[in-house]
């Protein structure tokens, strides 16, 4: 059975939307409070937040969405979006630090508290984000659970919302943008990203000879290789921002020669 059988199946619920309009809506109202209490808040995160929301909701509702039942190259499009360069926008935005100093004192010492509880370095563990993201694909399209969400509304939207939140996940595991009280080694997050990224492209390539359920060989070939081209251009932007985050935290500082301040090899001006 090929991929065009699932016209008459599930159309995209529109529930699936709601969550990033909320989001968008809380972290508008956290800049205004934000800006009135403290200095501006930079105009480029909020920039980045609302793109990355964007991308987020046209992956699940509209003519993407549609589209994506029926042809899985469009299907792989929204997978760009929704799992890999939305996670990567929203995390940019750094909505926890502003929302830790936008939320009461009390309330934002609740929120730290749970940042260093167990749960939360149990699930930002780059390993273990790799695992539920890339892992999370693995089942999804090698076995028929691809097939069987185009069926269920319910595995429709607890799959797609598992999409987001693992790439999400393992965004931040990666790079630090907002606090991270249990903060891993960059040798260790590269190491990890490293074996991901290659599981992710290997993937690509199982999909290019093995179709998942209900999809035609030819776009599953054109799904796969949108899959690794596509995933290279995100994942090179994580790689940049993770090597420029570690040149950072490890290039030499100032030093003093004879009571004035030097610059040491490899600072700039």
């Given at each position: 059975?090929?991929?065009?059988?699932?016209?008459?199946?599930v159309s995209p619920p529109i529930i699936l939307i709601f969550p990033f309009i909320i989001a968008l809506i809380v972290y508008m109202v956290?800049?205004?409070?934000?800006?009135?209490?403290?200095?501006?808040?930079?105009?480029?995160?909020?920039?980045?937040?609302?793109?990355?929301?964007?991308?987020?909701?046209?992956?699940?509702?509209?003519?993407?969405?549609?589209?994506?039942?029926?042809?899985?190259?469009?299907?792989?499009?929204?997978?760009?979006?929704?799992?890999?360069?939305?996670?990567?926008?929203?995390?940019?935005?750094?909505?926890?630090?502003?929302?830790?100093?936008?939320?009461?004192?009390?309330?934002?010492?609740?929120?730290?508290?749970?940042?260093?509880?167990?749960?939360?370095?149990?699930?930002?563990?780059?390993?273990?984000?790799?695992?539920?993201?890339?892992?999370?694909?693995?089942?999804?399209?090698?076995?028929?659970l691809y097939h069987l969400m185009h069926q269920s509304v319910v595995l429709h939207v607890l799959i797609h919302l598992h999409v987001f939140?693992?790439?999400?996940?393992?965004?931040?595991?990666?790079?630090?943008?907002?606090?991270?009280?249990?903060?891993?080694?960059?040798?260790?997050?590269?190491?990890?990203?490293?074996?991901?990224?290659?599981?992710?492209?290997?993937?690509?390539?199982?999909?290019?000879?093995?179709?998942?359920?209900?999809?035609?060989?030819?776009?599953?070939?054109?799904?796969?290789?949108?899959?690794?081209?596509?995933?290279?251009?995100?994942?090179?932007?994580?790689?940049?921002?993770?090597?420029?985050?570690?040149?950072?935290?490890?290039?030499?500082?100032?030093?003093?020669?004879?009571?004035?301040?030097?610059?040491?090899?490899?600072?700039?001006?």
């Amino acid at each position: 059975m090929d991929n065009h059988s699932l016209h008459h199946h599930v159309s995209p619920p529109i529930i699936l939307i709601f969550p990033f309009i909320i989001a968008l809506i809380v972290y508008m109202v956290c800049v205004y409070v934000s800006n009135r209490r403290f200095k501006t808040w930079p105009l480029y995160r909020t920039g980045l937040w609302m793109i990355g929301i964007v991308c987020a909701s046209i992956s699940v509702y509209g003519p993407i969405a549609k589209m994506a039942h029926v042809d899985f190259t469009i299907h792989m499009v929204g997978h760009l979006l929704l799992g890999m360069l939305a996670p990567l926008l929203m995390a940019l935005g750094a909505p926890v630090s502003l929302l830790l100093r936008t939320l009461p004192v009390q309330t934002a010492r609740k929120l730290t508290s749970f940042l260093k509880s167990w749960p939360a370095r149990l699930y930002t563990d780059p390993l273990v984000a790799s695992f539920l993201n890339i892992g999370g694909l693995w089942i999804l399209y090698t076995t028929s659970l691809y097939h069987l969400m185009h069926q269920s509304v319910v595995l429709h939207v607890l799959i797609h919302l598992h999409v987001f939140i693992a790439g999400y996940l393992f965004t931040i595991s990666m790079i630090y943008i907002d606090p991270m009280p249990h903060q891993r080694s960059y040798i260790y997050r590269a190491i990890v990203l490293v074996f991901a990224l290659a599981a992710h492209g290997i993937l690509s390539k199982y999909i290019y000879a093995s179709p998942p359920l209900g999809v035609s060989q030819i776009e599953a070939e054109t799904g796969a290789m949108l899959m690794y081209y596509g995933g290279d251009i995100v994942d090179a932007i994580l790689i940049f921002i993770l090597c420029y985050q570690w040149f950072k935290a490890t290039r030499p500082r100032g030093v003093t020669m004879n009571g004035k301040s030097v610059l040491a090899l490899g600072d700039s001006k």
